[in-house]
């Protein structure tokens, strides 16, 4: 069955470096989200992405934050300079339609030091 | 600001018992989504209800929809230990473009 896949699984960086998540959403999917759960909390929702534009963000999706689909295959998110309360699990979901069931990656573990 | 509320937080019940875990909200959403998460893992949908009163079953798994669609509840018959696991619902807020809310989880613990 087609998935989501993340890498890396686990990122460690110190304060103030800069980050890239990277994504592969299903392969006919064509919205593509961030969402991220800080340990013990409830996931939350950062940013949507269709035809190469952000479609939704959240207030959490600040100027440190973006997104960009490089080539027909990735999908990124870019945290331009980490502050430790950005610590978390970071989850990429797709789907084929908007507000059609979105599919999740098995997240990367960020932790910023 | 829409909240899903989920209950109860924590269940720990024996092998072969019926369960049900609820969510909850004062707001109405265009779809409702289930999934189930593994420890480090990410979550895995298990189904999606969209009409108001809308019943779907999915092996011993019963989900269904508020009719005013601002509810959901999961029913678990004869429970398994390979039940255990986080279970999540979303929302999918009127006029959103994706933005799923999520409810903090219903933790299910079946021992053998």
């Known amino acids: 069955e087609p998935e989501v896949t993340q890498t890396p699984s686990h990122q460690v960086t110190q304060m103030g470096q800069e980050v890239i998540l990277r994504c592969v959403p299903i392969s006919n999917h064509l919205y593509f989200y961030w969402y991220r759960q800080i340990l013990g909390q409830k996931v939350e929702f950062l940013v949507s992405f269709y035809n190469n534009e952000i479609s939704e963000k959240s207030e959490i999706f600040d100027d440190q934050f973006s997104v960009e689909r490089p080539d027909g295959s990735n999908f990124t998110l870019k945290i331009r300079s980490t502050k430790l309360e950005d610590s978390a699990m970071y989850f990429c979901a797709s789907s084929a339609r908007v507000n059609q069931p979105q599919h999740f990656g098995d997240g990367t573990r960020l932790s910023i030091l | 600001t829409q909240l899903l509320e989920q209950s109860p937080q924590f269940l720990s019940i024996q092998e072969g018992e019926n369960l049900t875990v609820y969510c909850n909200s004062s707001?109405?959403?265009?779809?409702l989504q289930w999934y189930r998460q593994e420890p480090g893992e990410g979550p895995v949908l298990l189904v999606t209800v969209v009409t108001g009163g809308e019943v779907k079953k999915l092996k011993r798994l019963t989900f269904q929809f508020g009719d005013a669609r601002k509810d959901s509840s999961l029913h678990i018959t004869a429970a398994q230990p390979g039940d255990t696991g986080l279970y999540l619902c979303a929302g999918d807020s009127t006029g959103s473009q994706g933005n799923l809310i999520f409810g903090k989880g219903t933790k299910l613990s079946v021992k053998p």
């Open positions: 707001s109405v959403f265009s779809s």
